[in-house]
């Protein structure tokens, strides 16, 4: 299972990233990312109660759709986003006791890494894919310059991917990209039909650039 969800990821390359006010919220902000095409949905343990849109969407089981966690702390988190029915992990940090229980679960661990050191260690724990972060900081060129000694090494930034530097980062090498913050920042102002706005432009670039 493991390798089709990351054939999943590979393939669509987008991943949004949610963080809502609450589990509710976090939910019509996936429905409307799905409805404008980004069909990858990290809901991050930032929301509070965020484990009932986990198992809600999971349960909805939508065609292409891959319901993913984020922001997990935790071993015991990380179990409890699988059972709702997570398909894989992710973490601001490297926690061996979370990639143990994905590795046994057969789920993914996407751990966030910002040094070389981090990755190799990442990537002796059996980790698949790293979460660069902050990407901001980073930038798309850390990518390059880490595959250089680190060939195999697969790298989804998160933090400070835009419409406007998306090309960048897949060019250097990029496995997926990580959409958070740009998805959501019309909701203010448009409600819930901004953040699929939103995701289309992000799906009609990336469409333009593939």
Same mark, same amino acid.
């Given at each position: 299972? !493991? #390798? %089709? ?8 390359? %987008?991943? $949004?990233?949610?963080? /809502?006010? *609450?589990?509710? *919220? ?30 809600? %969407?999971?349960? #909805?089981?939508?065609? &292409?759709?891959?319901?993913?966690? /984020? ?5 015991? @988190? $990380? +179990?409890?986003?699988?059972? !709702? ?18 590795? +046994? ?9 910002? @040094? =070389? @050191?981090?990755?190799?260690?990442? %990537? ?21 310059? =880490? ?5 195999? $090494? ?9 419409? &406007? ?18 998805? @959501? ?9 901004? =953040? +699929? #706005?939103?995701?289309? !432009? ?9």
């Amino acid at each position: 299972m !493991k #390798e %089709l969800i990351l054939k999943k990821i590979e393939n669509d390359k %987008l991943v $949004a990233v949610i963080r /809502g006010k *609450d589990d509710i *919220d976090a939910y019509e902000i996936s429905k409307k990312v799905i409805e404008g095409g980004i069909k990858i949905i990290e809901l991050t343990f930032s929301t509070p109660y965020v484990e009932n849109t986990i198992e809600k %969407l999971s349960k #909805e089981n939508i065609k &292409d759709v891959l319901v993913g966690a /984020g922001t997990v702390l935790d071993d015991i @988190t $990380a +179990r409890i986003a699988i059972l !709702k029915g997570a398909k894989f992990i992710v973490s601001p940090h490297l926690d061996t006791d979370i990639a143990k229980v994905c590795n +046994r679960y057969q789920i993914p661990y996407l751990p966030g890494c910002a @040094t =070389v @050191t981090e990755i190799v260690k990442a %990537l002796e724990s059996g980790v698949d894919l790293i979460k660069l972060f902050p990407g901001d900081l980073l930038g798309p060129t850390y990518i390059k310059n =880490v595959k250089g000694p680190l060939k195999y $090494a697969k790298m989804m930034p998160s933090g400070g991917v835009s419409i &406007d530097n998306m090309d960048k980062w897949l060019e250097n090498g990029a496995f997926a990209l990580g959409i958070g913050s740009a998805l @959501t920042k019309y909701v203010a102002t448009k409600g819930y039909e901004g =953040v +699929r #706005e939103e995701a289309e !432009k992000f799906v009609n670039k990336f469409n333009s650039i593939k």
